[in-house]
């Protein structure tokens, strides 16, 4: 039979999808359901003395209002509880009353029709007592700043330590040291589906919502938490979903959908509740990527050499921790990029502020981290006179490498070989026929990075993932169904699961049938994040194939199997030294960048990116090429146009009018994937996650390459044209 892992095969969701079959959760309508709509807080920071929601209770079609006294346990939060469901009084939790960012959920009103929710949610009235504004993440961290959360004592949420060697002596024998400053931006997720979901009453008396997510199985756990119910009481099912990159998983509509739904029920009223949220909600009330500020000194000998590094980072979390910790515990590791470094000191903390919430976003803290190891280590190649590509070579983590935690890396190591990939074809390029020239004033540049990236959770955060498989027919395997809890976010994870499942126990892929992304028939999955989705679903689905398969043999019929799937164990970081073992698996990317850049306007555009990526095996080489592209062209929205403003925490670009994202006209001229297959060891047929690999080292590619344009480096970005002529000394 023809292999299928390795094949380009459609996915199985492209038809549905292209003729709008699909359905999303905003184009899901259940027969009698009401609307509901959610009154935000709109200030970033204060305490509700109360809510008289009188006037919008007696308006004609309204079903309900709830607030903070109706919400059972008032809290939630994925790593650690500190957020209400609903801000106000009445609440079973301390300091439930206060608002500490605009996007807070206050209340909500269920309606007859949307309008008419919408016209009540304004008739709320809600009065405020206005406290002390933070915006300044550093100025969050003095004694005397005002304390979003005055239980936690401090507007720091974590610190991490990292000390390997003897950091000032070997700047003592440093031949040449860098120092920068680096501040990275906020980013919107910008996916193309707004927060929209439905809850209601199933069939077995769960209370259900349907929903855009990443992890229904968290999903589930969050809801029972916040209601005070069984976790079999709950049930989540994601239908399709447009887009996620992180913005969907934390909480948005998942808890109050189930609340309303729930208390309804209670009331005597067993109607399906939906919601939709406009743009400009979906921009204001769901987290943004950490913006950073980074403070690092490198120090090399005269042969480029590497001894030291030491970093100081700072994120901020705006005014709840949602993901903040994990993020900062990768941007800890990455932030002294993929080398070997004797000597290393790191401090980090991620802090609470007034600004928008921040969490999750493809990469995790990496692009932050890589943005100013990358700088790093373009400005020492330029000190010392080397080729940029020549100093990584020197450096580079191999097989056996100490990491900045003090433990080696997970034998797979390939980032040697992928640097070498990505020069050898950009010095290809470079040495092709010299383009037409243009206006004099326009310049051009390359630029490279490169990175490593963690597959699976990091630092001692429990890990698993779950599938069942099921065997019909009599003599032969008729059919094949797979129960699998995985999200598909558009990444095609669900037609690899299947390409999984079809090899493994030798069938065409049309014999494999896929239930997916319901907690009443998937085990817990773990979520779509992090790149494991493919490594560790293909090998839960391979583990579940192969039990399935020895049953089938010994003439069960059906046969059915269940196998959870478990990585090597990860260890949290020693306080005192940040001694651990991070992660069990990694992915490996170089990119090199040519842009050219208009001196007179400021414009920079790309014209030529290389990516090349270890994916280990490329289970769909089409979907990875994917991949790969839609990567690079967020990271270069994230690089050079997406410019979000936030002003005494309030966001003043909260429209895609104001916010701008890449269009057909600002992507790169061209995007080349080199997709390389370095086995990892423990992968599904040596299949590595990628999705967020393509996106880390980009940004400091381009601002490499508009330094070897311009002569000027750019330690903060968007790299706006504003930006870019202020850097050239023009305005």
């Given at each position: 039979m023809t292999k299928i892992v390795g094949k380009s095969v459609t996915r199985l969701d492209a038809a549905a999808k292209v003729t709008g079959e699909a359905l999303y959760p905003g184009d899901i309508d259940l027969p009698e359901q009401a609307h509901m709509k959610i009154l935000f807080a709109g200030r970033p920071h204060a305490i509700i003395k109360s809510i008289d929601a009188s006037q919008a209770e007696s308006l004609p079609g309204v079903l309900a209002v709830f607030t903070a006294k109706d919400v059972p346990n008032n809290e939630y939060g994925l790593i650690m509880p500190d957020q209400p469901v609903l801000c106000g009084p009445g609440s079973n939790k301390p300091y439930a009353e206060r608002v500490r960012w605009i996007g807070d959920q206050v209340a909500i009103v269920v309606a007859e029709t949307e309008a008419i929710a919408a016209q009540a949610r304004d008739l709320i009235k809600v009065d405020y007592e206005d406290l002390p504004v933070v915006?300044?993440?550093?100025?969050?961290?003095?004694?005397?700043a005002p304390l979003l959360h005055p239980d936690k004592g401090s507007n720091v949420i974590l610190r991490y330590r990292v000390r390997k060697g003897d950091v000032e002596a070997a700047f003592a024998q440093s031949d040449v040291i860098v120092e920068g400053v680096y501040d990275t931006p906020m980013q919107e997720h910008a996916y193309l589906q707004p927060e929209a979901g439905l809850g209601y009453i199933d069939e077995e008396g769960r209370v259900t919502v349907i929903v855009g997510g990443q992890w229904t199985h968290e999903d589930q756990e969050q809801i029972a938490h916040a209601l005070n119910l069984p976790l079999e009481q709950v049930r989540v099912i994601y239908p399709a979903i447009g887009g996620a990159f992180g913005g969907r998983e934390d909480m948005s509509v998942q808890i109050v959908l189930a609340m309303a739904a729930w208390r309804l029920?209670?009331?005597?009223?067993?109607?399906?509740?939906?919601?939709?949220?406009?743009?400009?909600?979906?921009?204001?009330?769901?987290?943004k990527r950490h913006p950073y500020h980074i403070r690092?000194?490198?120090?090399?000998?005269?042969?480029?050499?590497?001894?030291?590094?030491?970093?100081?980072?700072?994120?901020?979390a705006g005014g709840y921790a949602y993901t903040s910790t994990k993020v900062q515990g990768n941007a800890t590791l990455m932030c002294t990029g993929p080398y070997e470094i004797p000597n290393v000191k790191v401090d980090s903390a991620s802090i609470y502020t007034n600004n928008m919430v921040t969490?999750?976003?493809?990469?995790?803290?990496?692009?932050?981290g890589m943005f100013a190891a990358e700088q790093q280590m373009n400005k020492l190649a330029?000190?010392?006179?080397?080729?940029?590509?020549?100093?990584?070579r020197r450096n580079l983590i191999g097989e056996g490498s100490i990491l900045s935690v003090g433990t080696p890396l997970p034998k797979g190591v390939s980032m040697g070989p992928v640097v070498e990939k990505c020069a050898g074809r950009m010095e290809e390029l470079q040495n092709r026929q010299p383009a037409q020239k243009s206006h004099p004033a326009v310049k051009r540049g390359w630029g490279f990075a490169c990175g490593f990236k963690n597959v699976g959770f990091s630092f001692g955060a429990p890990e698993q993932c779950m599938a069942t498989v099921e065997l019909r027919g009599n003599a032969e395997i008729e059919k094949a169904i797979l129960y699998h809890a995985g999200a598909e976010v558009g990444q095609g994870a669900h037609t690899a699961f299947v390409q999984f499942a079809a090899e493994t126990l030798g069938l065409p892929m049309e014999k494999v049938e896929l239930v997916a992304s319901d907690t009443a028939t998937s085990g817990n999955s773990g979520s779509v994040s992090a790149s494991r989705m493919t490594f560790m679903a293909g090998n839960a689905i391979k583990g579940a194939c192969e039990l399935a398969l020895e049953k089938w043999q010994n003439e069960e019929r059906p046969a059915t199997a269940t196998y959870q799937y478990r990585p090597p164990r990860t260890t949290p970081m020693d306080p005192e030294t940040g001694k651990s073992e991070p992660n069990f698996a990694y992915g490996y990317v170089a990119e090199a960048v040519e842009v050219e850049v208009d001196t007179e306007t400021g414009?920079?555009?790309?014209l030529n990116v290389i990516c090349a990526d270890d994916v280990g095996k490329a289970v769909n080489p089409q979907q990875v090429q994917g991949q790969i592209e839609g990567a690079v062209v967020q990271a270069a929205g994230y690089a050079v146009l997406e410019n979000m403003i936030q002003r005494d925490g309030y966001l003043l670009t909260d429209k895609l009018s104001t916010y701008l994202i890449p269009t057909v006209l600002d992507i790169p001229e061209n995007v080349e994937s080199l997709i390389?297959?370095?086995?990892?060891?423990?992968g599904p047929y040596g299949a590595r996650g990628m999705g967020e690999m393509p996106y880390l080292p980009l940004t400091p590619a381009i601002t490499a390459a508009v330094h070897a344009a311009t002569g000027v480096w750019f330690d903060e970005f968007p790299l706006t044209p504003e930006r870019v002529l202020r850097g050239l000394g023009k305005i």
């Amino acid at each position: 039979m023809t292999k299928i892992v390795g094949k380009s095969v459609t996915r199985l969701d492209a038809a549905a999808k292209v003729t709008g079959e699909a359905l999303y959760p905003g184009d899901i309508d259940l027969p009698e359901q009401a609307h509901m709509k959610i009154l935000f807080a709109g200030r970033p920071h204060a305490i509700i003395k109360s809510i008289d929601a009188s006037q919008a209770e007696s308006l004609p079609g309204v079903l309900a209002v709830f607030t903070a006294k109706d919400v059972p346990n008032n809290e939630y939060g994925l790593i650690m509880p500190d957020q209400p469901v609903l801000c106000g009084p009445g609440s079973n939790k301390p300091y439930a009353e206060r608002v500490r960012w605009i996007g807070d959920q206050v209340a909500i009103v269920v309606a007859e029709t949307e309008a008419i929710a919408a016209q009540a949610r304004d008739l709320i009235k809600v009065d405020y007592e206005d406290l002390p504004v933070v915006t300044d993440m550093l100025a969050a961290m003095e004694p005397d700043a005002p304390l979003l959360h005055p239980d936690k004592g401090s507007n720091v949420i974590l610190r991490y330590r990292v000390r390997k060697g003897d950091v000032e002596a070997a700047f003592a024998q440093s031949d040449v040291i860098v120092e920068g400053v680096y501040d990275t931006p906020m980013q919107e997720h910008a996916y193309l589906q707004p927060e929209a979901g439905l809850g209601y009453i199933d069939e077995e008396g769960r209370v259900t919502v349907i929903v855009g997510g990443q992890w229904t199985h968290e999903d589930q756990e969050q809801i029972a938490h916040a209601l005070n119910l069984p976790l079999e009481q709950v049930r989540v099912i994601y239908p399709a979903i447009g887009g996620a990159f992180g913005g969907r998983e934390d909480m948005s509509v998942q808890i109050v959908l189930a609340m309303a739904a729930w208390r309804l029920a209670e009331r005597g009223i067993n109607r399906p509740v939906k919601i939709i949220w406009t743009r400009e909600e979906s921009m204001f009330a769901h987290h943004k990527r950490h913006p950073y500020h980074i403070r690092t000194r490198w120090g090399a000998d005269k042969t480029g050499k590497l001894l030291a590094a030491e970093v100081e980072l700072y994120a901020d979390a705006g005014g709840y921790a949602y993901t903040s910790t994990k993020v900062q515990g990768n941007a800890t590791l990455m932030c002294t990029g993929p080398y070997e470094i004797p000597n290393v000191k790191v401090d980090s903390a991620s802090i609470y502020t007034n600004n928008m919430v921040t969490g999750a976003f493809r990469g995790f803290g990496g692009p932050q981290g890589m943005f100013a190891a990358e700088q790093q280590m373009n400005k020492l190649a330029e000190k010392l006179g080397l080729d940029p590509v020549e100093i990584r070579r020197r450096n580079l983590i191999g097989e056996g490498s100490i990491l900045s935690v003090g433990t080696p890396l997970p034998k797979g190591v390939s980032m040697g070989p992928v640097v070498e990939k990505c020069a050898g074809r950009m010095e290809e390029l470079q040495n092709r026929q010299p383009a037409q020239k243009s206006h004099p004033a326009v310049k051009r540049g390359w630029g490279f990075a490169c990175g490593f990236k963690n597959v699976g959770f990091s630092f001692g955060a429990p890990e698993q993932c779950m599938a069942t498989v099921e065997l019909r027919g009599n003599a032969e395997i008729e059919k094949a169904i797979l129960y699998h809890a995985g999200a598909e976010v558009g990444q095609g994870a669900h037609t690899a699961f299947v390409q999984f499942a079809a090899e493994t126990l030798g069938l065409p892929m049309e014999k494999v049938e896929l239930v997916a992304s319901d907690t009443a028939t998937s085990g817990n999955s773990g979520s779509v994040s992090a790149s494991r989705m493919t490594f560790m679903a293909g090998n839960a689905i391979k583990g579940a194939c192969e039990l399935a398969l020895e049953k089938w043999q010994n003439e069960e019929r059906p046969a059915t199997a269940t196998y959870q799937y478990r990585p090597p164990r990860t260890t949290p970081m020693d306080p005192e030294t940040g001694k651990s073992e991070p992660n069990f698996a990694y992915g490996y990317v170089a990119e090199a960048v040519e842009v050219e850049v208009d001196t007179e306007t400021g414009q920079v555009r790309l014209l030529n990116v290389i990516c090349a990526d270890d994916v280990g095996k490329a289970v769909n080489p089409q979907q990875v090429q994917g991949q790969i592209e839609g990567a690079v062209v967020q990271a270069a929205g994230y690089a050079v146009l997406e410019n979000m403003i936030q002003r005494d925490g309030y966001l003043l670009t909260d429209k895609l009018s104001t916010y701008l994202i890449p269009t057909v006209l600002d992507i790169p001229e061209n995007v080349e994937s080199l997709i390389l297959e370095y086995a990892d060891p423990i992968g599904p047929y040596g299949a590595r996650g990628m999705g967020e690999m393509p996106y880390l080292p980009l940004t400091p590619a381009i601002t490499a390459a508009v330094h070897a344009a311009t002569g000027v480096w750019f330690d903060e970005f968007p790299l706006t044209p504003e930006r870019v002529l202020r850097g050239l000394g023009k305005i």
